[in-house]
Each structure stands twice: as C-alpha cells, then as structure tokens.
C-alpha cells in the first residue's frame, strides 16, 4: 500500500521556522519526483516546492523562494521541506505528494498524503 505520511507542522509566529517531513512506503522512492503542496480553506491546492528523483534540482513557488528548501533522503525514504522566514500567509495545510513525471502537473497527481497544518500567527 502506498502511503505518504507528514509531520512537523504546527504553530510558529511570524519569522520564524518549521520543518515538515513526509516519509514514504509501498512506492519505488527513487522513481519519483516529491512535492509540496498547500491549501487554505475556499481556495484550490496551490504548488510550494519540488524535487526530481536524484535531488539535483528543484523548484518553488515565487512566494516561497529564498525562505523555503525542499530536500530528500533517498536512503530513508523521507522529503522535508524547511520554512523559515514564515509569514501569516503560509498558514495552510501542507500536503506531500509524490508523481513519476517532473516538473509536476498537479491534477495529474495521484498520491498524496492526508496533509498537516501548519498556522503562522502575526
């Protein structure tokens, strides 16, 4: 069974950081390109990092670049995202996801995890 399972979020105030982690089983690990999503209540899921299958590149939102570093551990089966920097803005639930194809097409993708909050106050 494929899962992706998130931890780490939580509440931190305006300027400071969390690190999010997603670990994966069921799933050939180093086939797949990972990501992070979010999404706030009334709005649609909106792209905030990936990574491809090696590590060797990745890519983010513009919001979020220069603040935020995805990264894996293909011998652990792990993503994580660290955010620092964070603003009100970021608070949504962050959802891992996991796709064969790079860069991600996100109605294409098909396994996510169940998602966690993460709440930034002013």
């Known amino acids: 069974q494929v899962q992706l399972v998130e931890s780490g979020g939580g509440l931190a105030h305006s300027g400071g950081s969390l690190r999010l982690f997603c670990a994966a089983s069921?799933?050939?690990?180093?086939?797949?390109?990972l990501g992070w999503f979010r999404q706030t209540p009334g709005k649609e899921r909106e792209f905030v990092a990936g990574i491809n299958w090696s590590g060797t590149h990745t890519y983010y939102r513009d919001s979020v670049k220069g603040r935020f570093t995805i990264s894996r551990d293909n011998a652990k089966n792990t993503v994580s995202l660290q955010m620092n920097s964070l603003k009100p803005e970021d608070t949504a639930v962050y959802y891992c996801?996991?796709?064969?194809?790079?860069?991600?097409?996100?109605?294409?993708?098909?396994?996510w995890g169940k998602g966690i909050l993460v709440t930034v106050s002013s």
């Open positions: 069921g799933l050939t690990f180093t086939s797949y390109a």
């Open positions: 996801a996991a796709d064969l194809s790079y860069p991600f097409s996100m109605y294409q993708i098909n396994i």
